[in-house]
Protein backbone atom coordinates (compact mmCIF):
# COMPACT_ATOMS: atom_id res chain seq x y z
CA UNK A 1 0.00 0.00 0.00
CA UNK A 2 1.37 3.74 -0.75
CA UNK A 3 -0.43 6.71 0.44
CA UNK A 4 -1.86 8.89 -2.08
CA UNK A 5 -3.57 12.25 -1.93
CA UNK A 6 -5.56 13.82 -3.86
CA UNK A 7 -6.99 17.57 -3.48
CA UNK A 8 -9.91 18.30 -5.54
CA UNK A 9 -10.54 21.62 -7.10
CA UNK A 10 -12.97 22.80 -4.50
CA UNK A 11 -10.05 21.74 -1.63
CA UNK A 12 -11.41 18.85 -0.71
CA UNK A 13 -8.47 16.46 0.11
CA UNK A 14 -8.78 12.07 -0.53
CA UNK A 15 -6.50 10.55 1.72
CA UNK A 16 -6.28 7.49 0.05
CA UNK A 17 -4.15 3.83 0.29
CA UNK A 18 -3.20 2.49 -3.05
CA UNK A 19 -1.89 -0.41 -3.88
CA UNK A 20 1.46 0.00 -5.62
CA UNK A 21 1.02 -0.73 -9.58
CA UNK A 22 -2.32 1.02 -9.53
CA UNK A 23 -2.76 4.33 -11.30
CA UNK A 24 -3.48 7.93 -9.56
CA UNK A 25 -6.12 7.50 -12.01
CA UNK A 26 -7.05 4.32 -11.23
CA UNK A 27 -7.56 5.37 -7.29
CA UNK A 28 -9.50 8.79 -7.84
CA UNK A 29 -12.20 7.27 -10.09
CA UNK A 30 -12.11 4.21 -7.56
CA UNK A 31 -13.03 6.79 -4.19
CA UNK A 32 -14.92 9.03 -6.85
CA UNK A 33 -12.70 12.12 -6.57
CA UNK A 34 -14.52 14.87 -8.54
CA UNK A 35 -13.05 15.90 -11.66
CA UNK A 36 -11.27 13.07 -12.94
CA UNK A 37 -13.43 11.53 -15.85
CA UNK A 38 -11.36 9.37 -17.45
CA UNK A 39 -13.29 8.94 -20.83
CA UNK A 40 -10.85 6.24 -22.13
CA UNK A 41 -10.60 3.89 -19.49
CA UNK A 42 -6.64 4.70 -19.06
CA UNK A 43 -5.91 4.22 -22.21
CA UNK A 44 -4.02 7.99 -22.57
CA UNK A 45 -6.32 8.63 -25.16
CA UNK A 46 -8.72 11.02 -23.79
CA UNK A 47 -6.96 13.74 -21.59
CA UNK A 48 -9.60 13.67 -19.26
CA UNK A 49 -7.39 12.69 -16.00
CA UNK A 50 -5.25 15.54 -15.91
CA UNK A 51 -4.14 16.60 -12.92
CA UNK A 52 -1.26 18.70 -11.91
CA UNK A 53 1.55 17.07 -9.57
CA UNK A 54 2.18 18.88 -6.09
CA UNK A 55 5.29 20.75 -6.83
CA UNK A 56 7.33 18.95 -3.74
CA UNK A 57 6.69 15.89 -6.46
CA UNK A 58 7.01 17.00 -9.87
CA UNK A 59 11.15 15.47 -9.66
CA UNK A 60 10.20 12.45 -8.49
CA UNK A 61 7.23 11.57 -10.64
CA UNK A 62 9.24 12.53 -14.00
CA UNK A 63 8.44 13.95 -16.82
CA UNK A 64 5.45 12.57 -19.72
CA UNK A 65 6.32 10.07 -22.33
CA UNK A 66 6.16 11.47 -25.64
CA UNK A 67 2.54 9.73 -26.25
CA UNK A 68 1.31 11.15 -23.03
CA UNK A 69 2.83 14.73 -23.88
CA UNK A 70 0.84 14.63 -27.38
CA UNK A 71 -2.47 14.12 -25.03
CA UNK A 72 -1.49 16.86 -22.91
CA UNK A 73 -1.99 19.49 -26.11
CA UNK A 74 -5.78 18.62 -25.71
CA UNK A 75 -5.54 19.24 -21.76
CA UNK A 76 -7.28 22.26 -20.36
CA UNK A 77 -4.63 25.17 -19.04
CA UNK A 78 -1.35 23.07 -19.29
CA UNK A 79 1.28 23.95 -16.60
CA UNK A 80 4.72 22.31 -15.70
CA UNK A 81 3.88 20.08 -13.58
CA UNK A 82 1.03 18.39 -15.44
CA UNK A 83 0.41 14.69 -15.94
CA UNK A 84 -2.26 12.64 -17.05
CA UNK A 85 -3.13 10.44 -13.93
CA UNK A 86 -3.38 7.21 -15.68
CA UNK A 87 -0.23 7.32 -16.48
CA UNK A 88 0.90 7.31 -13.21
CA UNK A 89 1.82 4.11 -11.41
CA UNK A 90 2.10 3.96 -7.67
CA UNK A 91 4.88 2.21 -6.39
CA UNK A 92 7.00 2.81 -3.20
CA UNK A 93 8.95 5.61 -4.27
CA UNK A 94 6.03 7.60 -4.76
CA UNK A 95 4.79 6.23 -0.99
CA UNK A 96 2.75 9.92 0.26
CA UNK A 97 2.17 11.58 -3.32
CA UNK A 98 -0.25 14.10 -4.35
CA UNK A 99 -1.76 15.97 -7.08
CA UNK A 100 -4.30 18.57 -7.73
CA UNK A 101 -7.13 18.54 -9.65
CA UNK A 102 -7.84 21.23 -12.25
CA UNK A 103 -10.54 23.32 -12.54
CA UNK A 104 -11.97 21.30 -15.27
CA UNK A 105 -10.83 18.67 -18.29
CA UNK A 106 -10.48 19.35 -21.51
S1 LIG B 1 -7.96 8.16 -18.76
FE1 LIG B 1 -7.86 8.82 -20.82
S2 LIG B 1 -5.90 9.68 -20.96
FE2 LIG B 1 -6.01 9.04 -18.90
Not at 20 to 31: D, F, I, K, L, P
Not at 32 to 46: D, H, K, N, T
Not at 49 to 76: I, Q, S
Request: aromatic letters at 6%; glycine letters at 6%; hydrophobic letters at 40%.
Amino acid sequence: MTKLTIVAFDGTRFDLDADEGSTVMENAVRNSVPGIEAECGGACACATCHVYVDEAWVERVGPPAPMEEDMLDFAFDVRPSSRLSCQIKLSAALDGLTVHVPERQA
